[in-house]
């Protein structure tokens, strides 16, 4: 039956935010969960005490402590240990030592001129207290010819202190030479065998990340700057600044990666069906109805049966779909509606992530028949994913040429508005757009939205009250206005609307397969009760529901770390970084795994590390069921 196919699609909504991406109600939602849990200062801890916060840019941030207000901090000495602080201060005081006699011994090695001749070979038969004053001695040479710029001679001096008396301070003094001449592995070498003596010691960890970060192992080096910023209490604003730089670059790297091996893999189908639905249905065109004698070899036929398959509104239907325009395509003899097989060609190939090649097929279809306006508002949508609003309202002023009655271009045009902050022109469009065509559940639901962005919150309301009347079988419509009374704090209600939706979408025929009313009332229930395992099970029934909804597997992710369960968490960054859509979303999941597999391997590398951050943290009141 015609009725129950395509055209196309979506109400990127969403509502309370904001989102960079046009077509996508799920990367508002990405937005939503970065928000609540920034917004409630959910500083997430783990084991070992160190929060991650998600800052605006959705970048994770490491804390080392409880400081709930806020926004990162650096904790003060205050916040260290006290243990922590007399190590410090005894560290610095026999720096200070040391750096004195230095001076002292320094003098006296230029009036005797003469230094201890050590190797290898004759140090054995030295006395342990001649080996220490040796050591001394050569030690404070070396810092000479480093202070004279002299780092061959520096590199080698400090190399007898070496032999004499092995000591942190002197590899991490050489690797600081190397470090200079840019010696990178020797500077690994060096400030590696200083942390396997003292695996506290933060100017090696400091030396040994740079270095790493040049070599480009980035984890290395993300791992260093992770285990000196937990060391110093996130005190040293450029060893905060260099994690922040090495999650993102390790990010990039990953989600690189990700996007290569990905291929053109569809996104789930919450996100296909949400994108869809934002084109007003149409029947199938004249001549593809399903009583036309077409077969399946034929162009014609896999462009029916396309269409057909997309009306299925589930996963295998809409892979069935972008396979068939595929085909059609290939098949060729299309006539009329080559520029029809184009559109749905290029709306596959832009949900599975290829822009340009969408947007060839686009070009080639408005080319071919201009009247079909449908691909100008698609390639609109196209442009503005892509950065360039200019040319997406050249696309709409294109299509208004060739249609201006058409209510799907004045409802796409007020999404470009919405996501611009446009919210008066938003609103102008949105009423053009039901003003051409009243049956259109999105144009009021968006309206509603509007509204209530532009402070208009009773008109909002108003508006909502009015759809639930009018379009009382539309799942969508209590979902949307569930996260208004959400914004609003109105839990109790928010979530009878979200389980309205989610009681519709199960009963509807074929059942619906739109999860975000679930993962919405997770987020209500975890907002209002805390109630994290309620939370988690809602979102584990939407994974039921559909397997690849990312929203769903990063809000499990988010639940996790809260509960401290680090290992769970990090599984589900991953996955989620497997299941996102555009580059910017695998960033951001693979910035929290990395942030989080981090944590982690600190944890392992340095339980001493470990024990002392949880000592601090129970020391700070840190947060409970940890
Ligand atoms: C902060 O860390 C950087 C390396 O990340 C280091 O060069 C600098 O000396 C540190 N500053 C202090 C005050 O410890
Ligand atoms: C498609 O047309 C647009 C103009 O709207 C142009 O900027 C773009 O380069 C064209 N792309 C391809 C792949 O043909």
């Known amino acids: 039956m015609s009725s129950e196919s395509p055209l196309p699609q979506p109400p990127k909504n969403v509502v309370v935010d904001t989102a960079s991406?046009?077509?996508?109600?799920?990367?508002?939602?990405?937005?939503?969960?970065?928000?609540?849990?920034?917004?409630?200062?959910?500083?997430?801890?783990?084991?070992?005490?160190?929060a991650v916060v998600v800052t605006s840019a959705g970048v994770v941030y490491y804390l080392s402590d409880s400081s709930r207000t806020g926004q990162v901090p650096p904790p003060s000495d205050k916040k260290k240990s006290k243990n922590q602080r007399r190590k410090e201060k005894k560290k610095a005081e026999e720096e200070k030592k040391a750096k004195v006699e230095d001076e002292k011994s320094s003098k006296k090695a230029e009036e005797s001129e003469e230094l201890?001749?050590?190797?290898?070979?004759?140090?054995?038969?030295?006395?342990?207290?001649?080996?220490?004053?040796?050591?001394?001695?050569?030690?404070?040479?070396?810092?000479?010819?480093?202070?004279?710029?002299?780092?061959?001679r520096a590199i080698e001096l400090y190399g007898k202190a070496i032999i004499c008396k092995p000591d942190p301070i002197f590899y991490s003094n050489r690797a600081a030479c190397y470090n200079i001449l840019s010696e990178w592995?020797?500077?690994?070498?060096?400030?590696?065998?200083?942390?396997?003596?003292?695996?506290?010691?933060?100017?090696?960890?400091?030396?040994?990340?740079?270095?790493?970060?040049?070599?480009?192992?980035?984890?290395?080096?993300?791992?260093?700057?992770?285990?000196?910023?937990?060391?110093?209490?996130?005190?040293?604003?450029?060893?905060?600044?260099?994690?922040e730089r090495l999650l993102k670059k390790v990010a990039e790297k990953k989600a690189k990666a990700i996007l290569e091996t990905k291929g053109s893999k569809l996104p789930s189908p919450t996100f296909v069906s949400n994108y869809l639905q934002s084109f007003r249905h149409k029947d199938l065109p004249e001549g593809l109805e399903e009583t036309a004698d077409l077969s399946?070899?034929?162009?014609?036929?896999?462009?029916?049966?396309?269409?057909?398959?997309?009306?299925?509104?589930?996963?295998?239907?809409?892979?069935?779909?972008?396979?068939?325009?595929?085909?059609?395509?290939?098949?060729?003899?299309?006539?009329?509606?080559?520029?029809?097989?184009?559109?749905?060609?290029?709306?596959?190939t832009y949900l599975g992530g290829n822009a340009q090649a969408a947007?060839?097929?686009?070009?080639?279809?408005?080319?071919?028949?201009?009247?079909?306006?449908?691909?100008?508002?698609?390639?609109?949508?196209?442009?503005?994913?892509?950065?360039?609003?200019?040319?997406?309202?050249?696309?709409?002023?294109?299509?208004?040429?060739?249609?201006?009655?058409?209510?799907?271009?004045?409802?796409?045009?007020?999404?470009?508005?919405?996501?611009?902050?446009?919210?008066?022109?938003?609103?102008?469009?949105?009423?053009?757009?039901?003003?051409?065509?009243?049956?259109?559940?999105?144009?009021?639901?968006?309206?509603?939205?509007?509204?209530?962005?532009?402070?208009s919150v009773a008109s909002a309301m108003a508006t909502f009250r009015r759809s639930v009347k009018n379009f009382e079988d539309v799942p969508?419509?209590?979902?949307?206005?569930?996260?208004?009374?959400?914004?609003?704090?109105?839990?109790?209600?928010?979530?009878?609307?979200?389980?309205?939706?989610?009681?519709?979408?199960?009963s509807s025929k074929p059942m619906g397969i739109n999860v975000l009313p679930l993962i919405n009332k997770a987020l209500a229930v975890f907002q209002w009760k805390q109630d994290y395992q309620e939370a988690e099970n809602l979102c584990q029934k939407a994974l039921i529901i559909d397997p690849e909804c990312d929203i769903a597997v990063g809000t499990i992710a988010q639940l996790s770390l809260q509960q401290g369960k680090v290992s769970q968490a990090l599984k589900y960054f991953e996955k989620a970084a497997e299941l996102a859509r555009t580059e910017a979303e695998i960033v951001n999941a693979i910035s929290y795994a990395e942030a989080t597999r981090t944590q982690l391997e600190v944890q392992e590398k340095y339980p001493q590390l470990a024990a002392r951050l949880q000592a601090m943290g129970a020391g700070l009141g840190g947060p409970a069921g940890i």
């Open 21 to 50: 991406l046009p077509a996508s109600s799920s990367s508002s939602v990405w937005d939503r969960i970065s928000k609540w849990v920034s917004e409630n200062k959910a500083l997430v801890y783990t084991i070992a005490g160190v």
């Open 116 to 152: 201890p001749e050590v190797d290898e070979a004759t140090v054995g038969q030295l006395s342990e207290d001649t080996r220490k004053d040796y050591a001394a001695k050569l030690k404070a040479a070396g810092n000479k010819a480093y202070g004279s710029k002299d780092y061959n």
């Open 185 to 243: 592995d020797k500077v690994v070498e060096d400030t590696s065998a200083a942390l396997a003596m003292d695996s506290t010691y933060v100017k090696a960890l400091n030396r040994r990340a740079i270095a790493y970060e040049h070599l480009s192992k980035f984890s290395e080096a993300l791992l260093d700057f992770t285990a000196s910023c937990i060391l110093d209490g996130f005190s040293n604003e450029t060893s905060r600044n260099a994690l």
């Open 296 to 348: 399946e070899d034929s162009g014609k036929g896999q462009l029916r049966k396309g269409l057909l398959a997309i009306g299925k509104k589930t996963g295998d239907g809409y892979e069935e779909a972008a396979a068939a325009f595929g085909k059609a395509l290939e098949l060729g003899d299309l006539g009329d509606y080559e520029a029809l097989a184009l559109n749905w060609r290029a709306t596959f």
């Open 359 to 455: 947007l060839a097929d686009l070009n080639k279809s408005v080319e071919l028949q201009p009247s079909l306006v449908q691909s100008y508002i698609k390639r609109a949508s196209l442009h503005l994913e892509l950065g360039n609003k200019e040319a997406a309202a050249d696309d709409f002023d294109l299509a208004i040429t060739h249609n201006k009655d058409d209510p799907d271009i004045y409802y796409h045009r007020a999404q470009l508005h919405f996501i611009l902050g446009e919210f008066a022109d938003a609103a102008k469009d949105y009423q053009k757009s039901i003003e051409l065509d009243r049956s259109f559940i999105y144009s009021h639901i968006q309206l509603g939205v509007t509204q209530y962005k532009m402070g």
């Open 476 to 506: 969508d419509v209590y979902n949307y206005y569930g996260e208004l009374l959400l914004d609003q704090q109105n839990f109790a209600e928010a979530v009878e609307k979200f389980d309205k939706a989610v009681e519709m979408e199960k």
